[in-house]
């Protein structure tokens, strides 16, 4: 927090303006300009694009199928997350430490390998466990469930990896001595453990629901060409652009800046609370 | 905590301090949810992967040799490799010289730069494919045009890579006690000096994890480069979108090759930066 004077951070003013600019300079032209010309772009004759965008049914079932699929995936992944997390911190067992190690592997794959692998195994025809599933009426490849799965997939680290260190740094102690007076196993979560893991939750959903808003290579493949029925806006984006609607393409992908701009704003207000708390 | 908003997938790795909980061991209802949390990990994540593997090894050594020996494959993966070895050292330079200004220096408007910094981390891929192309595209405001050759496949990388190395050596570098740097100088080491010998061994650990991180996804990178690349055969398609043209074709022998020697290459980044890391941890 405090920057202390240091002997190299005190270096000669020239080092220290070069290597401002030089920031500044790389972060403006990589990031900020592009971002802020593509808002500005969406805006050009006011807010027609965005209006024609939204009159266009198909953006709207895209953008509809989004939030859905998120929403599920979210849901499902912070359960989850929270349950790991407690299992991960509060317990010891066989193989946890290569358990842990596990979780991260999704920050590492490809977003079509992740595709790829969800077919290999749901694919209603070829798949492992597919036709079994299709012969008892669920359909996972080319349909929802398939793509709330690819959601899943690449979400999965971010709420443990929120929670795992805030649960190592609150011990258990209170827990223990909830448990001591008569608590019994739910009423220590929802009285001790939650309350105490409530900010780290709620960064992991908004970091995760900003990722799952936004994913596209998984969901691609995963959802196939099925018409419009499994498209979602990055993917509709995408074809969009390439279909020369290009005003339509960047009002969309104003949408999705604006919702993952949002997420950021939210999670850097929220921060601080837990270092005052 | 001026600068606390990557995700923990991040930090965690570099500045996770581990206090010894009591270790419980589990009971009843905790065994239930060990067996649901693995029964959904393994469906979701560990099965479809050695799915993948196995479909690929499938048709013994000569399915991988066939891949291989296809030049345009070949070419994909060179590129793809090359180009994220590139980004991932342009990221250690830039990505230490970052988090080093946002710490160590203080001026108006650095909040914003704290903020930009997980953009790309935010941002869906297409549409930071969409946001490069528009400045640096066909109708660039700037004259500068990138799409279609191989400066497209840099720039998206940069682009999408940005954060983590900034990222995992923010906190280190916060944490960094600076009487160690004042000790050095006053005993009369340079500034240059007192970097490279007092400061940059303390952050190789967290370059390092950064590193990995940022390689990994450069050669796993989709989204943001099938818009602005242009997916050129032999020129400046990359391994992820040879994988998804696969795909397309029902090649999925194939596909599962690819994704495989993906999996490898990153594995083995991975493993080496961490052997790195220990290397320095425990010389120092």
Redesign the interface.
């Known amino acids: 927090?405090a920057?202390?004077?240091?002997?190299?951070?005190n270096?000669?003013p020239a080092?220290?303006w070069l290597?401002?600019v030089?920031?500044?300079g790389?972060?403006f032209l990589?990031?900020?300009?592009?971002?802020a010309?593509?808002v500005r772009?969406t805006f050009d004759d006011g807010l027609t694009g965005l209006r024609t965008a939204l009159s266009d049914p198909d953006v709207v079932h895209a953008l509809v199928l989004t939030v859905q699929v998120s929403v599920a995936a979210v849901v499902i992944n912070t359960l989850?997350g929270v349950?790991?997390s407690?299992?991960l911190?509060?317990?010891?067992?066989v193989g946890r430490r290569a358990?842990s190690a596990?979780?991260?592997?999704?920050?590492?794959?490809?977003?079509?390998?992740?595709?790829?692998?969800?077919?290999?195994?749901?694919n209603g025809r070829?798949g492992?466990f597919g036709p079994w599933l299709e012969a008892h009426g669920l359909q996972i490849v080319f349909a929802r469930p398939g793509m709330i799965?690819a959601t899943?997939?690449v979400i999965?680290?971010?709420v443990v990896?929120?929670v795992?260190?805030v649960l190592?740094?609150l011990?258990?102690d209170q827990e223990?001595a909830a448990r001591s007076l008569g608590a019994n196993?739910w009423q220590t979560f929802w009285r001790i453990t939650l309350p105490g893991v409530r900010w780290?939750v709620v960064?992991g959903v908004v970091?995760s629901l900003?990722?799952a808003?936004?994913?596209?290579?998984a969901i691609?493949?995963v959802a196939g060409n099925v018409g419009g029925e499994t498209q979602v806006a990055?993917?509709l984006?995408?074809q969009k652009?390439?279909n020369f609607e290009q005003q339509t393409?960047?009002s969309m992908?104003f949408l999705?800046?604006f919702a993952?701009?949002l997420?950021?704003?939210v999670?850097?207000l929220l921060?601080?609370k837990e270092?005052h708390r | 905590?001026?600068a606390?908003?990557a995700?923990?997938?991040l930090?965690?790795r570099v500045t996770?301090?581990?206090?010894p909980?009591?270790?419980?061991?589990?009971?009843t209802?905790?065994a239930l949810?060990?067996g649901?949390?693995?029964t959904?990990?393994s469906l979701?994540?560990?099965?479809?992967?050695s799915?993948?593997v196995v479909?690929a090894t499938g048709g013994g050594l000569s399915t991988f040799v066939d891949v291989l020996d296809n030049p345009q494959t070949r070419n994909a993966l060179q590129l793809t490799v090359l180009s994220s070895l590139a980004i991932t050292a342009l990221n250690v330079v830039?990505g230490t010289?970052?988090a080093?200004?946002?710490?160590?220096?203080?001026?108006w408007g650095k909040a914003v730069?704290?903020?930009?910094?997980?953009?790309?981390?935010?941002?869906?891929?297409?549409?930071a494919g969409?946001?490069?192309l528009?400045?640096?595209g066909p109708s660039s405001?700037l004259g500068i045009h990138v799409n279609n050759t191989r400066w497209a496949v840099l720039?998206a990388m940069?682009?999408v890579t940005?954060p983590f190395i900034v990222r995992t050596v923010q906190p280190v570098l916060?944490e960094l006690d600076?009487d160690v740097?004042?000790a050095?100088?006053?005993l009369g080491a340079g500034?240059a000096t007192?970097?490279r010998r007092v400061?940059l061994p303390a952050l190789v650990p967290a370059i390092c994890a950064g590193a990995a991180?940022s390689f990994?996804?450069g050669?796993?990178?989709?989204?943001a480069l099938?818009?602005i690349s242009g997916n050129l055969a032999n020129r400046t398609e990359v391994v992820?979108v040879r994988?998804?043209s696969f795909?397309e074709g029902g090649n999925?022998q194939s596909?599962?090759a690819v994704?495989t020697i993906?999996?490898l290459v990153?594995?083995v980044a991975?493993v080496v930066l961490d052997v790195v890391q220990r290397r320095v941890s425990h010389r120092g």
């Open positions: 927090m920057s202390t004077s240091s002997a190299v951070g270096g000669s080092v220290k290597l401002r030089v920031v500044i790389y972060l990589l990031v900020a300009w592009p971002t010309y593509v772009h989850f349950g790991m407690l299992l911190v509060r317990h010891r067992f358990l596990l979780i991260d592997l999704p920050l590492s794959v490809s977003p079509v390998v992740v595709g790829l692998a969800l077919v290999l195994v749901y070829f492992w799965l899943c997939f999965l680290p971010l990896r929120e795992v260190p190592e740094e011990g258990d223990q196993a780290a960064y970091l900003a990722r808003l936004g994913e596209f290579g691609k493949v990055t993917v984006v995408q652009y390439q393409a960047y992908a999705l800046v993952a701009v997420c950021l704003v999670v850097a921060r601080p270092g | 905590m001026s606390t908003s995700p923990a997938a930090r965690g996770r301090r581990r206090r909980a009591a270790a419980g061991t589990l009971g209802g905790s949810g060990l649901i949390a693995m959904w990990f979701l994540v560990l099965i479809p992967l799915a993948v479909k830039m010289v970052i080093w200004v946002l710490v160590r220096d203080r001026f730069l704290d903020l930009v910094i997980d953009i790309p981390f935010a941002l869906p891929t297409i549409v969409l946001v490069l528009a400045l640096y405001p720039l940069a682009f940005l916060e600076t740097e004042d050095a100088a006053s500034r007192t970097f400061v991180l990994a996804r050669i796993s990178e989709y989204g099938v818009l992820s994988l998804f795909l999925t596909a599962a994704a993906m999996l990153a594995l991975i």
